[in-house]
């Protein structure tokens, strides 16, 4: 099975609109980390915001949220008001295990064009 | 802002030559990463470094791939000899101690001819 999976292979939206890319993970370890990455077409990865398993809270850094929902396995990026340069590709990762340092597994990805 | 810094930024080699590539970690890192994406794929991990040894590798990191921290600041990926599948994106990344954070370099492209 996917240890990440990212269904929306592509998505259009309108600019100034809300935007939620949706990312699921398996796993039976108990502590994990989950990853949001963007991706422009210039190539670099830009690291957006990160979940712990034991967050009590849903991630937020600026108008990027994570929604996560932990019984569903589920870790969705939201975009608040969104603008031209969003688009991107926008990867999901997750690391599991206890140090934080473990490898991280990726997504295959979903490419965002914001339309003006 | 620091920033993990890789060269070359675009490196074409013959199949069969060596080639290595350079990435110099943001200086309070400890942790060190490669992985690599082959185009229109998933990024996909390769080996992981710390206190001088390698943590992790994958599959795909076999005797023709070996990494280095020569000198307390740089930190290399060795392919001895280069297959036309080695032909991808490659990253470094990195992460400080107690913090789950990893930031990715602007990465090398390689192509194999």
């Known amino acids: 099975a996917q240890k990440i999976t990212q269904t929306q292979p592509g998505m259009f939206v309108q600019e100034k609109e809300a935007v939620t890319l949706d990312c699921t993970y398996d796993t039976s370890d108990p502590s994990y980390g989950l990853f949001w990455y963007k991706q422009p077409s210039s190539g670099e990865m830009i690291f957006l915001i990160y979940q712990g398993s034991y967050d009590q809270q849903n991630a937020t850094e600026g108008r990027y949220s994570l929604n996560f929902q932990k019984a569903r396995k589920s870790a969705n990026l939201v975009i608040s008001a969104s603008q031209l340069g969003d688009s991107a590709m926008y990867f999901c990762?997750?690391?599991?295990?206890?140090?934080?340092?473990?490898?991280?597994?990726f997504g295959t990805g979903t490419r965002l064009t914001i339309i003006p | 802002e620091p920033e993990v810094t890789q060269t070359p930024s675009h490196q074409v080699t013959q199949m069969g030559q060596e080639v290595i590539l350079r990435c110099v970690p943001i200086s309070n890192h400890l942790y060190f990463y490669w992985y690599r994406q082959i185009l229109g794929q998933k990024v996909e991990f390769l080996v992981s470094?710390?206190?001088?040894?390698?943590?992790?590798k994958s599959e795909i990191f076999d005797d023709q791939f070996s990494v280095e921290r020569p000198d307390g600041s740089n930190f290399t990926l060795k392919i001895r000899s280069t297959k036309l599948e080695d032909s991808a994106m490659y990253f470094c990344a990195g992460g400080p101690a107690g913090k789950d954070e990893q930031y990715f370099g602007p990465g090398t492209r390689l192509t194999v001819t």
């Open positions: 470094f710390y206190n001088n040894e390698i943590s992790e």
């Open positions: 990762a997750m690391r599991e295990g206890w140090f934080g340092n473990e490898k991280l597994t």
